[in-house]
C-alpha cells in the first residue's frame, strides 16, 4: 500500500519516534508499505515518521534492493565526512548540500528480529544518516 508521505511544515515531521518493542507482523507490514512507498516516490530511503508513523523504521536502497533496519543506530562515524547533495521526499523539489560522515557502523534489527551490525559508505552512508534523522525530528535542512 502506498502511503502519504507527510510535507515540510508539518509538525508531525518534527517529532521523534519511539523505539520498536517487539517486531510482528504490523512491523513487517509497516515496512512492506513503506518499502512501496519509497519505490513509487522514486526516493533512497524513506523513515516510517515521514509516513506519519512515530516508530524507528527506515527502509534504505543498498545496492539497489530495499532494506529494512528496525531501530537503527549508529555506533561509529568516521573523522571523514564529505559534502554532498540531498534532497528529501518530505521537501520534494529540493536540494541542499549537506555535509555527513563518509563512512557510519549501524546496528539494527531485520524483520525477524535478527540483530545487525553493518558498516555502509557513501551514498548509502548519506542516506542512512538522513533517515535516523528523521526518527529524531531533524530535517535535512536544520543546521549540522
Request: aromatic share 2%; charged share 25%; glycine share 6%.
Amino acid at each position: 500500500m502506498i502511503l502519504t508521505i507527510l510535507t515540510d511544515g508539518d509538525k508531525a515531521l518534527l517529532k521523534k519516534s519511539k523505539r520498536v518493542a517487539k517486531i510482528d507482523d504490523t512491523i513487517r507490514n509497516i515496512a512492506a508499505n513503506l518499502i512501496d512507498t519509497m519505490i513509487e516516490n522514486q526516493g533512497v530511503g524513506l523513515a516510517a515518521p515521514q509516513c506519519g508513523i512515530h516508530k524507528q523504521i527506515i527502509v534504505v536502497l543498498v545496492n539497489d534492493e530495499p532494506k529494512v533496519m528496525v531501530n537503527p543506530e549508529i555506533i561509529f562515524t568516521s573523522k571523514e565526512t564529505e559534502v554532498g547533495e540531498e534532497g528529501c521526499l518530505s521537501i520534494p523539489g529540493t536540494f541542499i548540500e549537506k555535509e555527513r560522515n563518509k563512512t557510519v557502523t549501524v546496528k539494527y534489527r531485520n524483520l525477524k528480529g535478527h540483530p545487525h551490525l553493518e558498516t555502509h559508505e557513501g551514498l548509502v552512508a548519506r542516506v542512512i544518516q538522513h533517515e535516523i534523522d528523521h526518527l529524531h525530528g531533524v530535517l535535512m535542512t536544520a543546521a549540522s
